[in-house]
């Protein structure tokens, strides 16, 4: 089981362009979490994708969108980079139970640097 | 809404001293509980949770947490670290939402093992 994958492992982008990160979730599971993490900060959540749907938003603008495939692997968009994009962005899959009781696997991450 | 409070930022500790990290919680409905571990520059992994059961709940590397209601507390312990332990850990506390289940991370605690 090669767990969660994420690409690009880094990536730099200059100010205004648009970026694609991509990821695979673990074997069995049927949903995608995007966090953000800032240097110094937990995780923040982004949105979740399950059955090809956005499901939940955090507090993030409509720049950042996302998409969903049918095998589950999924792809966070950001539109008009600012500097204060700079951040890993974690992918996260589960399996949803309906419970609140989904464990998440995290994926090594995606270090975006915005110049 | 809930939250998560990971009161001390960074915890310095001799190696093969006992070290806990604290985790406090709220919430008005049911929780479950998380600790995640982060090694530099990459992703999050699980160290243990708590879904229901036994409040004591043993996790990998020799971790284990105590679940306790009234403290609304989920402390992290380790009876003696290794230097391999140096890392950031992250409390995250997830509630059932609309049939979903919102997972909230804390900011995080830096263990620095010291030889």
């Known amino acids: 089981d090669a767990g969660v994958t994420q690409s690009p492992t880094h990536l730099i982008k200059t100010r205004g362009q648009q970026v694609t990160l991509r990821c695979s979730p673990k074997s069995g599971h049927d949903t995608v979490s995007w966090y953000q993490q800032a240097l110094g900060q937990g995780p923040q959540f982004i949105f979740q994708y399950y059955e090809e749907e956005e499901r939940q938003r955090g507090n993030f603008p409509d720049r950042f969108s996302g998409h969903q495939f049918p095998n589950y692997s999924s792809e966070l968009n950001v539109n008009a980079l600012l500097l204060g994009d700079s951040a890993l962005y974690l992918c996260a899959s589960s399996l949803t139970t309906g419970e609140g009781t989904d464990t998440q696997y995290f994926g090594p991450g995606t270090r975006l640097t915005v110049l | 809404a809930q939250s998560v409070t990971q009161l001390d930022s960074q915890v310095p500790v001799f190696e093969e001293a006992p070290v806990e990290l604290r985790c406090n919680y709220s919430s008005s409905v049911s929780v479950y509980l998380f600790w995640y571990v982060q090694y530099p520059n990459q992703g999050l992994q699980l160290l243990l949770k708590?879904?229901?059961?036994?409040?004591l709940v043993k996790g990998i590397n020799g971790f284990e947490a105590e679940f306790n209601k009234s403290q609304t507390s989920f402390h992290l312990r380790k009876p003696s670290v290794h230097i391999s332990d140096t890392a950031e850990y992250f409390c995250a506390v997830s509630v059932r939402s609309g049939g979903y289940q919102k997972v909230t991370f804390g900011t995080g605690t830096k263990l620095q093992v010291i030889p």
């Open positions: 708590y879904l229901s059961g036994s409040t």
